[in-house]
C-alpha cells in the first residue's frame, strides 16, 4: 500500500530558529514530491521535486529529495511567526484510474513562538 | 498554473439533506480530483473526475454518496449526499500537471 510518513507530527519553536520536517515514501509509480503549506483551508504550493540531489529554494525555505533513499526534507530558516502552519509532504503516484492523484502524509504541525 | 474557483466557502446543512460543491477552472484540464479532509487529518482523496467518462473512486468511497459530475474541461461538481455529522470535514478540488497541483480554495463543510 501507498504511503507517504512525515516526521514530526507536531515542533514548536521559537522565532529565528531553524527546523527541519522530514517526509519519507512507499509509493509505486512516483513521479514527484510536493510540499504544500496550510494555514486555513487550501493547501499552499511550495515546492515540486522529481530529480534527486538538486535543492530548491524559496526565500527562507529549501527542499531536498532523494531518490535512492525515498525521503524529502524542508527546511526552514530564520523563523518567523507567519510560519506556524500545517505543513503536508505529498506523493504524486498511483495507478490505472488514479494515476497522477496526490497521497498526501499526515503533516507537521509548526509552532512558532515569539 | 491553473486558478480554481470553488463554492461555496462553508456551509452548515441538516443531516440527511445534500450538498453540491462546483469548482471552476481557468484553463482546461484533463483531470480534476476531489479531496476531503475530516478534523485533524490529512487529505485522503475521494475520486478523480476525467471529461467524457464516469469519475473514478477510491476504495471506501461510493458513486451514490459522492456523486461527480464533469461536464466540460473547465468544470466539476461533488455532491455529498445524505449527509450525517460524519461528513463534517473541508473539501477540496485539485487540478495537477507539469507545473504542480493546484488546490481550490476549500469548501468547510458542517453537517448537523
Known amino acids: 500500500e501507498d504511503k507517504v510518513v512525515q516526521s514530526p507530527l507536531s515542533l514548536v519553536v521559537h522565532e529565528g530558529d531553524t527546523v527541519t520536517l522530514n517526509c519519507s515514501y512507499e509509493v509505486t509509480n512516483f513521479r514527484s514530491l510536493l510540499w504544500y503549506k496550510q494555514e486555513k483551508k487550501a493547501p499552499t504550493f511550495l515546492f515540486m521535486l522529481?530529480?534527486?540531489?538538486i535543492e530548491k529554494k524559496s526565500g527562507r525555505l529549501s527542499s531536498i529529495l532523494d531518490k535512492k533513499e525515498l525521503f524529502s526534507i524542508l527546511n526552514i530558516t530564520a523563523t518567523q511567526t507567519g510560519d506556524s502552519a500545517v505543513y503536508l509532504c505529498?506523493?504524486?503516484?498511483?495507478?490505472?484510474?488514479?494515476?497522477?492523484?496526490?497521497?498526501f502524509g499526515k503533516g507537521t504541525k509548526l509552532s512558532v513562538k515569539p | 498554473s491553473a486558478v480554481i474557483s470553488q463554492k461555496p466557502s462553508r456551509d452548515i446543512c441538516q443531516r440527511g439533506t445534500s450538498l453540491t460543491i462546483q469548482c471552476q477552472v481557468d484553463s482546461q484540464v484533463t483531470m480534476m480530483f476531489w479531496y476531503r479532509q475530516q478534523p485533524g487529518q490529512s487529505l485522503t482523496l475521494i475520486a478523480t473526475?476525467?471529461?467524457?467518462?464516469?469519475?473514478?473512486?477510491e476504495s471506501g468511497f461510493v458513486i451514490d454518496k459522492f456523486p461527480i459530475s464533469r461536464p466540460n474541461l473547465t468544470f466539476s461538481t461533488l455532491t455529498v449526499s445524505n449527509m450525517s455529522p460524519e461528513d463534517s470535514s473541508i473539501y477540496l478540488c485539485?487540478?495537477?500537471?507539469?507545473?504542480?497541483?493546484?488546490f481550490g480554495s476549500g469548501t468547510r463543510l458542517t453537517v448537523v
Open positions: 522529481t530529480s534527486s540531489g
Open positions: 505529498a506523493v504524486v503516484g498511483g495507478y490505472g484510474g488514479s494515476q497522477g492523484n496526490l497521497i
Open positions: 473526475a476525467n471529461q467524457g467518462s464516469e469519475a473514478t473512486y
Open positions: 485539485s487540478v495537477g500537471g507539469y507545473f504542480g497541483y493546484t
